[in-house]
């Protein structure tokens, strides 16, 4: 049992809209939408060893930055809640947060405070996006282009050892003004790959309906060990890029660094060069 299949039993009781996005959505009712999106990391299972207490403020922040901007919003505020083992980690791991924060324009007004037995963070976001902007998870249609931001597999090379992307896996940057552009463009809908490349592609296929053909010679594949590239770029969760499609016609009036790595079809499911990619990615299991 993974937290996504676990995610399934409980749809009914939020709602399948509600939970098919990264974010939670309220209506202003003046042309803007308040977006919000809450994340929880633990010490054993989300930070891995060697990171000091302010990168784990920082990763604490820029999770849930990430969901923000993938609904082409603004981050506006943070609140980090912490349960602590040891209460002197708590002030580096805070200025890790609101530095990460501060950068992109957010600012961190509030938490809670809770002795544990590992250190566990919550962090809870909100941004604004103009409603025509907002972008969702579904709204791809067929013969839209598929496209990410960066390079997926970087942070999983550096899980696996490769010290050249330690920064890429310990402080990631939440693609905050590529979010805003890629839904100003008019992109049809948009996610982070958190959890990886083809499971937010899975993600995104059940919300929108429809499939998606890549094409391996389009992959900005990740330098990394011999044999691995395409393995972290499709599996490798830990990047926070984003994956968004869009038509065509809209994509010469974006101006933002991205990948065409295949595009939009009417039957659901991912493939690559006409073979079915696996279902996988970073996942949570019991
Ligand atoms: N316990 C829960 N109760 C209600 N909704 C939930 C719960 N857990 C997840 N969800 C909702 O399900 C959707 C998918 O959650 P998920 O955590 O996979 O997305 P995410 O935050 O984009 O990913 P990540 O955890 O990698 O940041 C979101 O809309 C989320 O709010
Ligand atoms: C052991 C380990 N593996 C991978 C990563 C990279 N990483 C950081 S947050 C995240 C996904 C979102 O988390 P969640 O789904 O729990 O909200 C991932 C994949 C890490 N920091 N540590
Ligand atoms: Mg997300
Ligand atoms: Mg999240
Ligand atoms: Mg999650």
Redesign the pocket.
């Known amino acids: 049992m993974d937290?996504?299949s676990l995610?399934d039993s409980?749809r009914h009781l939020?709602g399948e809209d509600?939970?098919?996005?990264?974010?939670?959505a309220f209506d202003l009712l003046d042309g803007r939408i308040l977006v919000s999106?809450?994340?929880m990391l633990h010490e054993t299972t989300d930070f891995p060893k060697g990171m000091t207490e302010f990168e784990k403020g920082w990763m604490s922040a820029a999770?849930t930055l990430?969901?923000i901007a993938?609904c082409g919003a603004k981050p506006v505020q943070l609140l980090v809640a912490v349960g602590l083992d040891d209460p002197s980690r708590l002030v580096p791991f805070m200025e890790g947060a609101v530095s990460c924060a501060k950068t992109f324009g957010a600012k961190v007004s509030g938490g809670d405070i809770d002795s544990h037995i590992e250190l566990t963070v919550v962090t809870t976001g909100f941004g604004i996006v103009e409603k025509t902007h907002y972008c969702r998870r579904s709204g791809a249609r067929a013969g839209d282009l598929v496209c990410i931001t960066g390079t997926p597999g970087l942070a999983m090379a550096a899980l696996e050892g490769d010290e050249r992307y330690r920064k890429n896996l310990l402080t990631p940057i939440p693609q905050v003004k590529a979010g805003q552009k890629i839904a100003a463009a008019g992109a049809s809908s948009m996610?982070?790959v958190?959890?990886g490349l083809s499971i937010s592609l899975f993600d995104m296929s059940e919300a929108s309906n429809v499939g998606f053909a890549l094409e391996s010679a389009k992959f900005n594949l990740p330098d990394v060990r011999a044999g691995s590239a395409r393995e972290y770029y499709l599996y490798g969760g830990g990047d926070f890029g984003l994956l968004f499609c869009i038509s065509r016609e809209r994509l010469p009036a974006l101006d933002a660094e991205y990948t065409v790595i295949g595009k939009v079809v009417g039957e659901k499911g991912v493939w690559c060069d006409g073979e079915p990619v696996e279902k996988r990615g970073y996942a949570h299991s019991w």
Request: charged letters at 40%; a negative charge; hydrophobic letters at 30%.
């Open positions: 937290d996504r995610l409980i939020i509600e939970t098919a996005d990264d974010c939670a999106s809450t994340d999770v990430s969901d993938s996610m982070d958190s959890d």
